[in-house]
């Protein structure tokens, strides 16, 4: 990361205050607490800073001071950080801990902080840690509830779907897809707390509130303010300027480094881009070199197929989705034949993704009714083993290609993750490079993010990510739907003619009917959520028909 000039004088700054507090205790041969001096002797050769109002020596006030200070801010930040970033996290992705966490912090948010940190200050003494801790766990709330709201918006996009669904682990998903997009927030909640920490331990010292055998820079300032002779005399200028401007100084270098072009740009470019990424996983064994089965839903006894459903490859039955009081999809049966391509095409609105990210196990259990089947696996089982089958038997192409991977990792590096079973790097690289053979993107590209390639090579390689893995059954939502029609036409060919070399089952979500006829040995027509059969399906595909038709005569 570049810095700016602010931030390279906040560093040099806030860097010297440090310096001063490791090494400072060498620049002073006098003792911050010996009473050697006169009272309130102005600024010499011996007093650097002259002596206070009991004889003190002002500078190694000052420098051991530093050491309290900072020492006292670092702690309660790194407490009150981690506070922030771990249930910012952990309230935004899991619904059971939010409303603890959340409550928790809204009720510590509701009451006046300053209010509380006096109280509980008073109540637990005046130690160091004490005041650590007790600004440590109550400053976390404000942050915590804006790394919430990033997580739980961020965990709906697509590529933490695809992490949950290769059965990422919860620790994983927040640490490797979740973290790095709140890192920006993270690392300038650290900054502010520093400067607020220091502020607060300078006015808690000034208020009496803070470990008396110490000496800190607000334990100066309340002692000069608490002698009348501070101001009858000069001496206001050596007792209260130097700690005051420590003070003010160590601010405003925190505020100079947290100046952070990274939290602004970075972050909001990070969060601009928008859903869809091939879900796909299953180890293909002669590539990635995974020896026994990875899942195998026969050993789980969880495969129900039987019969005509054998040749069916995605069995669906009696299938209704319903959003809170809202029916999407009326009841529906159809079967998908094994080695068949099959669109679904339908008016914007008709329910089409909705049935697609159901097929896919994608919607909420409690919205379902009904059955369906990949492969003969059920996708909706109490049976985790059983459910989680769906990634092995199949792959998923969200639409948007251009914002389908996530934007701060590689691609190589996505690709490796979907491919996460027993498989060394190098198998994993091999496996990699092949797919993307397949759809004539060169290796290199494993080495680049999704921001350096172009809408049709992050289609291309979309396509790649979904083959990697030897899927039997691809749905496909809009996978050329964000392309240009040129683009659109060799991508849209280039995915059909794969699906039929590697044998695969293709169920493609698409708007264009024309397109749809041409490729497809069956069309499922729906319409505000009911599937269409009979003539009005008749009159459906001939109108389609004609589209295509006309087409040719102006080709
Ligand atoms: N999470 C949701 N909560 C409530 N309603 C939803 C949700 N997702 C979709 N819907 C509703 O379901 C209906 C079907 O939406 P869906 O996205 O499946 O349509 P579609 O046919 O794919 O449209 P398009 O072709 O424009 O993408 C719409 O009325 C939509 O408002």
């Not at 700054?13 to 009272?39: H, Q, Y």
């Not at 000034?206 to 009858?232: C, E, H, Y």
């Not at 947290?258 to 293909?284: C, D, H, P, Q, Y």
Request: proline content about 5%; glycine content about 8%; overall charge positive.
């Amino acid at each position: 990361m570049k810095l700016t000039w602010s931030q390279r004088i906040g560093i040099l700054l806030f860097s010297a205050f440090v310096l001063v507090a490791i090494f400072g205790p060498m620049l002073t041969s006098n003792s911050p607490f010996s009473i050697d001096g006169e009272r309130l002797l102005p600024p010499s050769m011996k007093y650097l800073l002259g002596t206070n109002a009991i004889g003190q020596d002002i500078f190694s006030q000052l420098v051991y001071g530093a050491r309290t200070t900072l020492y006292i801010g670092l702690m309660v930040t790194v407490i009150s950080t981690f506070l922030s970033a771990s249930f910012g996290l952990l309230a935004g992705y899991s619904k059971r801990l939010d409303p603890l966490l959340n409550g928790f912090a809204n009720m510590l948010l509701v009451l006046p902080s300053l209010l509380l940190i006096l109280i509980v200050a008073s109540f637990t003494g005046g130690g160091t840690w004490q005041l650590i801790l007790t600004l440590g766990f109550l400053t976390w709330p404000g942050y915590m509830k804006l790394i919430r709201s990033s997580v739980l918006s961020l965990k709906e996009r697509e590529f933490v779907k695809a992490a949950q669904l290769y059965n990422g682990g919860t620790i994983y998903i927040l640490r490797r897809h979740l973290l790095p997009f709140v890192w920006p927030l993270v690392r300038t909640k650290f900054i502010l707390s520093f400067r607020s920490a220091v502020a607060m331990e300078a006015s808690l010292s000034f208020l009496g509130i803070g470990n008396p055998s110490t000496v800190s820079w607000g334990k100066m300032l309340q002692d000069a303010f608490s002698r009348t002779q501070t101001f009858v005399t000069d001496a206001w200028q050596w007792m209260i300027v130097p700690p005051g401007l420590a003070i003010l100084f160590v601010t405003i270098a925190l505020a100079l480094v947290g100046e952070s072009r990274m939290t602004g740009n970075r972050f909001a470019a990070s969060l601009k881009r928008k859903e869809s990424r091939v879900i796909t996983v299953k180890a293909a064994e002669q590539e990635v070199g995974c020896e026994s089965p990875c899942i195998e839903g026969e050993d789980l006894g969880c495969h129900l197929g039987a019969g005509s459903q054998l040749s069916a490859a995605i069995v669906v039955s009696d299938l209704s989705i319903t959003y809170g009081d809202k029916p999407i999809i009326h009841p529906i049966s159809f079967e998908v034949k094994q080695g068949s391509i099959t669109s679904l095409v339908g008016e914007s609105g008709s329910g089409k993704t909705t049935m697609a990210r159901t097929l896919y196990g994608l919607v909420p259990h409690e919205a379902v009714t009904g059955n369906v089947l990949i492969n003969g696996h059920p996708i909706y089982s109490n049976n985790e083993p059983c459910a989680m089958q769906r990634w092995v038997d199949a792959a998923y192409i969200f639409q948007d290609p251009r914002n389908s991977f996530n934007p701060i990792m590689t691609i190589g590096r996505q690709f490796y993750e979907a491919m996460r079973l027993q498989a060394t790097k190098e198998h994993k690289q091999t496996a990699a490079i092949a797919a993307l053979a397949e759809v004539q993107l060169e290796p290199h590209v494993l080495s680049l993010y999704p921001h350096q390639l172009s809408g049709g090579m992050l289609s291309r390689a979309l396509i790649a990510l979904s083959l990697v893995n030897k899927p039997k059954v691809l749905i496909a939502d809009e996978p050329t739907g964000a392309l240009d029609p040129i683009v659109k036409r060799e991508v849209f060919d280039l995915l059909v003619s794969k699906v039929k070399e590697h044998h695969m089952t293709l169920l493609l979500i698409t708007h264009d009917i024309p397109a749809a006829l041409h490729i497809s040995d069956e069309i499922i027509v729906l319409q505000d959520g009911f599937q269409v059969v009979g003539d009005l399906k008749e009159r459906y595909v001939s109108r389609g028909k004609q589209l295509n038709q006309l087409k040719h005569q102006l080709a």
